[in-house]
């Protein structure tokens, strides 16, 4: 709990500097933070999609992020969903996908499928 907006700023400094995460003992890896950063633009802070991408998924929808799962919501991601969402292939490592992809789940309360808690575990 200490230093919050010290974890603020080095979360900021970490998605700005893009591939470079830092995992340690003090994990800088803010899923809101890189929700907000990279996809909040198209689908809304709250998950709904901002008038300006109205056919962009609705991510504080349950059934559809239920539906999905979280391998699906990482491959989205990844490849991207051509024309309009970006793939962000390399943007993310492992750790900062799974963080981001549970922080997408939390905008519906979707339980998905847990991810392992963190500590470099990369499904396949
Ligand atoms: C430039 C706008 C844009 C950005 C930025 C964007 N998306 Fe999307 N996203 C879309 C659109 C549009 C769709 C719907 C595509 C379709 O209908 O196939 C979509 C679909 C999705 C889906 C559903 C995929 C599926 O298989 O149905 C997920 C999950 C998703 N986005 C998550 C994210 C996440 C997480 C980020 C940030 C890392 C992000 N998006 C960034 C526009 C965007």
Redesign the pocket.
């Known amino acids: 709990m200490r230093g919050s907006h010290w974890r603020a700023a080095l979360a900021i400094t970490v998605v700005v500097s893009g591939c470079v995460d830092t995992v340690g003992p003090e994990r800088a890896i803010d899923g809101q933070q890189?929700?907000e950063n990279?996809?909040a633009?198209?689908?809304g802070v709250d998950g709904r999609p901002v008038p300006e991408?109205p056919?962009?998924?609705d991510?504080s929808n349950r059934r559809i992020v239920d539906t999905?799962g979280d391998e699906?919501?990482s491959?989205?991601?990844r490849m991207g969903?051509p024309p309009?969402?970006?793939a962000?292939r390399d943007e993310f490592t492992e750790a900062s996908l799974m963080v981001?992809v549970a922080y997408?789940r939390s905008l519906s309360g979707s339980p998905g499928s847990r991810a392992p808690d963190a500590g470099g575990a990369s499904p396949p």
Do not use: D, G, S, W
Request: proline fraction near 4%.
């Open positions: 890189l929700y990279y996809c633009r198209c689908h991408q056919q962009a998924r991510l999905l699906a919501i491959v989205a991601i969903r309009t969402m970006p962000f981001l997408v």
